[in-house]
Structure formats: structure tokens, C-alpha cells
């Protein structure tokens, strides 16, 4: 039940991220009144705004004009549904614990994990990291690590500053009149490195870069990007590194470790 529960939980907390991943990269205000369509400005009532359930009742349309709706509205929610039950999974949650640690350690993974999804998604559909989704967040960590004792927080500290500052010198570099690292990636760094500490840091970038590479290639090849063209956001690829770290961190340092040793 507790299952069911966080997902729903997710999934309600998925359409907030949604104005959030929409809203912020404008410049927008989250509270903006009634939510309504963005073509034919008319009032979506409750029915409209079900979490996944009227995406698929309205077959992925606005009830109104008929406009086909963006599917990063069922992907988000979805996403923080299944990620909130991760997030219950990994923070070691038990029902019956009334401990403080019990319940801030559920809290603090629901945050760090719905801050990332708005991330991931800001940055992929408009190119930018949203400050007020960053400082938060960072600000949340630091106050984590204080109050979680089982951590020592020199070494998070030390991590977060080290990755910035190696972010801050690539967004130095400029290839082809392009930076090659924006100032949201950089602050995003940061945030990873409080997240993650040492060594988890460095598995995350390898991940982050990595995987960034390989799907640079596959767009050049298919000739969706050119050498010469756009820039690739690679927000999307720092969170998928930071998840890949909390999760996996220990698994990927001990094999490339092995490999290294070889």
C-alpha cells in the first residue's frame, strides 16, 4: 500500500514539476492563476487536470480546440511517480519509525529527486538550468549533510568545490563561438559534488560525459545536430550521471577499478 501510495503521491507532485520545468526557464511565475491552455487560453477544469489519467481519457488533446498536448506531460509525471518510489526505496523509509532521521531522510530524497527531474527536463526542452531550482536545492543539501551525522562534511564540501571550479574552467573554452560549458552547469557542479562527495563525484562526471558523447554521435550521424550547429544541453546527462552515482556509485568505481588494474 505504502507503493501505491508514494506513486500517486509522484504522480500529483509530477504535474507541479511540470509548471516548474515550463514556467521557470521563461521567467515565469509559478502561481499565474488558473491553469488553462496554452492555444485557445481556455480554463482546463479538474477532470482536465488529473495526473496521467486525462492525458489518456483526452487522448493526448485539449478537450477544447483539439490541440495535440506535449507528451512531457505524462513523461514527467510518470517519471516522478517511479522515482518517488525510489526514492522511498533508497532512503531505507519504515513505516513504523517515528524517528526524525526516519522521515527527513524520506523528505530529502523526494526533494533532491523531484529537483533533478525539473533539471533534467528545463534543460533539455529550453537549454537552461533554472537558479531557482539550484539554490534551493543546495542550500536543502548543505543543511542535510549538518543535520545527518553519519556524514562528514568536509569532504562533500571539498568535491562540490572541486567540480565547479573544473566546470568553471571549461566554460572558458569556446568551440566554434560556443561555450562549452554554460554558467547553469556550472552551479549545477556544485550541487552534484554536495550531493555525491568523493569518489561518487568523479563516477558521476565519467557517467555525465560518457553518456553525453555517445549520444552526440548517434545525433551527428543521424545529422539531427552538425559540428558546426546548436550546442547540446548537457544538464540531462549531469543528472542522469548523479542518479547513476546514488544508485550504482560503488559498483561503477569497484569495475572501473578491475578494468584499471587489467
Known amino acids: 500500500m505504502e507503493f501505491i501510495f508514494i506513486f500517486l503521491l509522484g504522480l500529483f507532485v509530477g504535474s507541479f514539476l511540470n509548471v ?26 479538474w477532470r482536465d487536470l488529473i495526473p496521467l489519467v486525462s492525458f489518456i481519457f483526452l487522448k493526448g488533446k485539449c478537450r477544447y480546440c483539439h490541440l495535440h498536448l506535449s ?7 510518470l517519471t516522478t511517480g517511479l522515482m518517488f518510489i525510489l ?7 519504515k513505516i513504523y519509525d517515528l524517528g526524525f532521521m526516519n522521515y527527513l531522510n524520506l523528505t530529502y530524497y523526494i526533494f533532491l529527486f523531484s529537483a533533478l527531474i525539473v533539471v ?7 537549454g537552461i538550468i533554472p537558479d531557482k531550482i539550484i539554490f534551493p536545492a543546495i542550500l536543502v543539501s548543505f543543511l542535510y549533510l549538518i543535520l545527518n551525522t553519519q556524514y562528514v562534511m568536509l ?10 571550479l573544473f566546470f568553471l574552467l571549461l566554460s572558458l573554452i569556446k568551440i566554434r ?11 549545477f557542479a556544485f550541487l552534484m559534488g554536495l550531493i555525491l562527495g568523493f569518489p561518487n563525484i568523479i563516477v558521476s562526471l565519467y557517467v555525465a ?19 558546426s550547429g546548436a550546442s547540446i544541453p548537457f544538464g540531462p546527462f549531469l543528472v542522469i550521471g548523479t542518479l547513476a552515482a546514488i544508485f550504482y556509485g560503488k559498483i561503477i568505481a569497484e569495475s572501473f577499478l578491475r578494468l584499471a588494474s587489467l
Open 20 to 45: 516548474l520545468a515550463d514556467r521557470l526557464p521563461k521567467g515565469e511565475t509559478v502561481i499565474k492563476g488558473r491553469s488553462h491552455c496554452e492555444e485557445c487560453k481556455k480554463i482546463l477544469r
Open 71 to 77: 507528451f512531457y506531460y505524462p513523461i514527467i509525471e
Open 87 to 93: 526514492a522511498f526505496n533508497i532512503s531505507g523509509f
Open 120 to 126: 533534467f527536463f528545463a534543460d533539455l526542452k529550453y
Open 155 to 164: 569532504p562533500y564540501l571539498l568535491s562540490a568545490i572541486g567540480a565547479c
Open 177 to 187: 563561438k560556443h561555450r562549452a560549458m554554460g554558467f547553469g552547469d556550472v552551479k
Open 209 to 227: 560525459f560518457l553518456t553525453g558523447a555517445i549520444v552526440g554521435c548517434i545525433l551527428i550521424v543521424w545529422r539531427k545536430k552538425r559540428l
